[in-house]
């Protein structure tokens, strides 16, 4: 059973940058999947981005790209999200998530079963 937990979420003044962070429990290879998501209040949860574990493919959303980075630290067992340059329509609960299997549909949240809590971040103008 893989368990995921968030933290690194808070206020932020825009422009500034806030790195969450996603420690991963019961990986047993790295055949994984990282995702990222956000879901803000009166939203349906959007894809921000998805990566293999072994860090060779990441995509982002288009609202993402150039702004946000996600990585993998093998021996910490932890997934990054590095959010530069945040504005406050970025304010929303982030959630990372896990799958096993290839890239495919990776946006889907739907394709995901084991997901974190989230960690609010909220960005003021």
């Known amino acids: 059973q893989v368990q995921l937990v968030e933290s690194g979420g808070g206020l932020v003044q825009a422009g500034g940058s806030l790195r969450l962070s996603c420690a991963v429990s019961?990986?047993?290879?790295?055949?994984?999947?990282m995702g990222w998501f956000r879901q803000a209040p009166g939203k349906e949860r959007e894809f921000v981005a998805a990566?293999?574990?072994?860090?060779?493919?990441?995509t982002y959303s288009n609202f993402a790209k150039g702004r946000f980075t996600s990585s993998v630290d093998d021996a910490k067992n932890t997934v990054y999200l590095q959010m530069n340059n945040l504005k406050p329509e970025d304010t929303a609960v982030y959630h990372c998530?896990?799958?096993?299997?290839?890239?495919?549909?990776?946006?889907?949240?739907?394709?995901?079963?084991?997901w974190g809590q989230g960690t609010q971040v909220t960005v003021s103008s």
């Open positions: 998530a896990a799958r096993q299997g290839g890239m495919s549909n990776s946006v889907n949240a739907a394709s995901y079963p084991w």
């Open positions: 019961g990986r047993t290879d790295s055949s994984y999947i």
């Open positions: 990566g293999t574990w072994t860090g060779r493919i990441t």
